[in-house]
T-cell receptor, first 113, second 114 residues
């Protein structure tokens, strides 16, 4: 069964550094998403991406964040200058159509020190 | 503001007993509603969804949920709980039918004891 994959599984970085989180969505999916889950809190929507552009973004997704689909398979989330409060589990998700269920990757745990 | 609420932080059930995990939503239009399960150190796994049609939807692992528009609820149920059902359960909704960005409840930890 196809699945969403994410790398790395755990990333430790120093405050102020740039990080890139990578995701490979399911191949025939068209809609892509990033969510984050701060430890002990609810899963929060960050951004949705369709047809090579951002469809919608939350208040969390400020100028420090960017997304890209550099080729036909990868979907990346970049945080330009990490802050301590960016420490969280970041989930990538994809779906064929917005009325279908989203398939989530296993997540990348980002730790900013 | 649109929201999804899970009023219980934890639900404790004995194995073999029925279980219910509650979810309510607040939205002005017709929502798409989902249940996901998260096992320790794992991602979110889809269980079931309500888009339209029959209010009772059946999903993976014997779970079902009933969409109740008058009570704005979408409670998750299972007739007979298993110890292996112990996990964190999230209710989520695409409350605007927009681009699919989901709003999640805070999660309910289900603990099934033998």
């Amino acid at each position: 069964e196809p699945e969403v994959t994410q790398t790395p599984s755990h990333q430790v970085t120093q405050m102020g550094q740039e990080v890139i989180l990578r995701c490979v969505p399911i191949s025939n999916h068209l809609y892509f998403y990033w969510y984050r889950q701060i430890l002990g809190q609810k899963v929060e929507f960050l951004v949705s991406f369709y047809n090579n552009e951002i469809s919608e973004k939350s208040e969390i997704f400020d100028d420090q964040f960017s997304v890209e689909r550099p080729d036909g398979s990868n979907f990346t989330l970049k945080i330009r200058s990490t802050k301590l409060e960016d420490s969280a589990m970041y989930f990538c998700a994809s779906t064929r159509d917005q009325i279908y269920e989203q398939y989530f990757g296993p997540g990348t745990r980002l730790t900013v020190t | 503001a649109q929201s999804v609420a899970q009023p219980e932080d934890q639900v404790n059930v004995a194995e073999g007993n029925p279980l219910t995990v509650k979810c309510t939503y607040s939205v002005s239009g017709n929502p798409y509603l989902f249940w996901y399960v998260q096992y320790p150190n794992r991602g979110l796994q889809f269980l079931l969804k309500y888009i339209t049609g029959d209010n009772l939807v059946k999903g993976s692992y014997g779970f079902e949920a009933e969409f109740n528009k008058s009570q704005t609820s979408f409670h998750l149920k299972k007739p007979s709980a298993l110890v292996s059902d112990s996990a964190l359960y999230f209710c989520a909704g695409d409350l605007g039918g927009s681009q699919g960005n989901l709003i999640f409840g805070k999660g309910t930890k289900l603990s099934v004891k033998p």
